[in-house]
């Protein structure tokens, strides 16, 4: 028999369940994912830092965890909620259960509750905050306050928080790469030097840099431009990374730097937020963002459809957009901007996953329109 726990919404709602994970508990702001796998993935993801984790799909576990699928060193989200935890687990590469892993990062996890009725919950009510107590001494006044008591994610600058100490290099590609596949593994590594900002960088994304041959160098969020220009980048991705973009005033400055120069600019989610604030645009908190593996996303200037992976509760507000900055892509749920392009400068960015992970690979082809811009760079 596992322990009791439960969940608490501020709200006042409460879903009583059983500990699938560390004893405890946890606070932070309760999103659900629509994913069908990934669950290793989606909890080793920074951008959900502060937030805790409900996944529609009901048998959550059913692979157990392995070394590859992390997206991070660690698990960022902050708690786990789920239907059912299988009675054992089976997979080719599975290492260690989901409860043991769960129990080994120290995740507050919790399982047999009503994901439907939490899910309709957020779906109505918007982004609620939540608490999920675990084990001895649960309290539901006390989960309650918990939940009312912390402050959301609005205003939260959380890349300084995830992002790494110190610069690094990084050389591992991708190990799912088939034969198939139309990456550039031939081209000789370091043809192109790419500098990440790390605002809480998914691993996929420096794997798929590298399978495109570049040679990648990480930095930590508060790196100055000027600091960036003396590594000499041919390019510069702007990472995902958890939070409110808006308060990250020293990345806004530095990217504002880059746009006086002419250096390719690659900004992936928060990045993709970030190159708007920087170009003059402004970003808003959404109902109950978008967090799933099949979000229809249209390129506007061919009209092809791609299935794309999704992680955000932020958007770039389309209204504002300057003249300088022409959209590229929207979403085919509620018809938020998903996609942008500097008209003279050699930036563009995307609000979706292209590195997925989990997700479909539909909009990879980003990632060599950012070699196309580096060579176009050098020509
Ligand atoms: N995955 C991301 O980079 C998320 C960006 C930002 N934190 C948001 O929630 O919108």
Redo the contacts with the bound molecule.
């Keep these: 028999m596992r322990p009791d726990a439960l969940l608490a919404l501020e709200d006042g709602s409460i879903f009583r369940g059983t500990a699938i994970g560390c004893p405890g508990q946890t606070v932070g702001e309760v999103v659900f994912n629509t994913a069908m796998t990934g669950y290793q993935e989606i909890l080793t ?1 920074p ?1 959900y830092c502060r937030q805790i984790v409900t996944l529609t799909y009901p048998h959550i576990g059913n692979v157990g965890t392995n070394r590859e699928d992390r997206e991070s060193s660690r698990v960022h989200a902050s708690g786990l909620v789920i239907r059912d935890y299988p009675a054992t687990f089976s997979n080719w590469r599975a290492q260690e259960p989901l409860d043991a892993f769960l129990a080994r990062n120290q995740v507050v996890a919790i399982a047999d509750i009503d994901t439907r009725r939490l899910t309709r919950c957020l779906r109505e009510h918007g982004a609620l905050n939540g608490c999920i107590m675990a084990g001895e001494g649960i309290d539901e006044a006390e989960a309650i306050a918990q939940a009312r008591a912390f402050p959301g ?1 609005k205003g939260m600058d ?1 890349a300084q928080v995830v992002t790494t100490d110190t610069l690094y290099g990084w050389s591992e590609g991708s190990w799912r790469l088939e034969k198939s596949d139309s990456v550039s593994n031939e081209k000789a590594p370091g043809r192109f030097h790419v500098v990440v900002y790390d ?2 960088v998914k691993h996929n994304i420096l794997r798929l840099l590298v399978d495109k041959g570049c040679r990648v160098t990480v930095v930590p969020a508060r790196t100055s431009a000027d600091e960036v220009l003396t590594l000499s980048p041919d390019g510069i991705l702007l ?7 808006e308060p990250c005033d020293y990345a806004i400055g530095a990217i504002r730097q880059f746009l006086t120069q002419s250096i390719p600019l690659f900004g ?6 970030l190159l708007a604030l920087a170009s003059g645009a402004t ?1 808003v908190k ?1 109902k109950f ?1 978008h967090h799933g593996a099949n979000h229809p996303v249209q390129d506007l200037a061919t009209g092809e459809v791609f299935i794309t992976s999704q ?5 770039v507000n389309e209204n504002t957009l300057p003249a300088s900055l022409k959209p590229t892509h929207r979403s085919l749920f509620d018809g938020t901007l998903q996609g942008i392009q500097h008209t003279d400068k050699l930036a563009f960015s995307f ?1 979706g ?1 292209p590195e997925a992970s989990p997700g479909p690979r539909d909009i990879t082809p980003l990632f060599d329109r950012f070699i196309a811009l580096m060579q176009a760079a050098h020509t």
């Excluded at 990472?239 to 973009?245: E, K, Q, R, V």
């Excluded at 992680?311 to 958007?315: D, Q």
């Design positions: 993801d951008s994610l959380l605002f809480g990472s995902n990374g958890p939070g409110d973009p992936i989610c928060l990045g993709h937020q970003t959404m963002g992680n955000h509760g932020f958007a609000q996953h």
